[in-house]
């Protein structure tokens, strides 16, 4: 197994960052363009590893605003001050899985191609299900006090 690396991200404001350490290497990833209108108005695209690990930091209790949609069962972090889309997590018998936007990493970070995914195809089981195995366990939310 490789050595972790680190990287990081943010929000355009900076009130919301976050930490990712993987194993694999930014060109492994094909971050994954979710096809539902909410994730193509934001522009997302997804990266995790159920290897890796991590850890968002929110600067204000008011800092993150929460979207559900569709099945309801992912929570979309969205930074309240500039709109930016962040990550998205689920809440599962295991805990909290996330998987960090990938426009939103700092240091000039290049990835490997998109992958066009479509999760509004499955039902709502099948989308836990498969979050459950390619999403990034215990996700780490912490909020500190302005």
Same mark, same amino acid.
């Given at each position: 197994?490789?050595?972790?690396?680190?990287?990081?991200?943010?929000?355009?404001?900076?009130?919301?960052?976050? @930490?990712? *350490?993987?194993?694999?290497?930014? =060109?492994? #990833?094909?971050?994954?363009? %979710?096809?539902?209108?909410?994730?193509?108005?934001?522009?997302?695209?997804?990266?995790?590893?159920?290897?890796?690990?991590?850890?968002?930091?929110?600067?204000?209790?008011?800092?993150?605003? @929460?979207? *559900?949609?569709?099945?309801?069962? =992912?929570? #979309?972090?969205?930074?309240? %001050?500039?709109?930016?889309?962040?990550?998205?997590?689920?809440?599962?018998?295991?805990?909290?899985?996330?998987?960090?936007?990938?426009?939103?990493?700092?240091?000039?970070?290049?990835?490997?191609?998109?992958?066009?995914?479509?999760?509004?195809?499955?039902?709502?089981?099948?989308?836990?299900?498969?979050?459950?195995?390619?999403?990034?366990?215990?996700?780490?939310?912490?909020?500190?006090?302005?």
């Amino acid at each position: 197994m490789s050595e972790p690396r680190l990287l990081q991200g943010a929000c355009h404001c900076g009130k919301v960052r976050f @930490e990712f *350490r993987t194993t694999m290497s930014p =060109a492994e #990833f094909t971050p994954r363009a %979710c096809d539902c209108s909410f994730c193509l108005k934001h522009g997302a695209s997804y990266l995790s590893d159920p290897d890796g690990s991590v850890s968002i930091q929110a600067k204000g209790s008011d800092a993150i605003g @929460e979207y *559900r949609q569709g099945s309801g069962g =992912a929570r #979309f972090l969205v930074c309240r %001050c500039c709109g930016v889309l962040v990550a998205v997590l689920f809440d599962g018998d295991a805990g909290s899985y996330g998987a960090v936007n990938s426009r939103c990493m700092e240091d000039g970070v290049v990835f490997g191609a998109l992958q066009v995914v479509s999760p509004r195809k499955l039902s709502g089981e099948e989308k836990r299900r498969r979050w459950a195995k390619l999403w990034t366990p215990g996700v780490k939310l912490q909020v500190s006090v302005e």
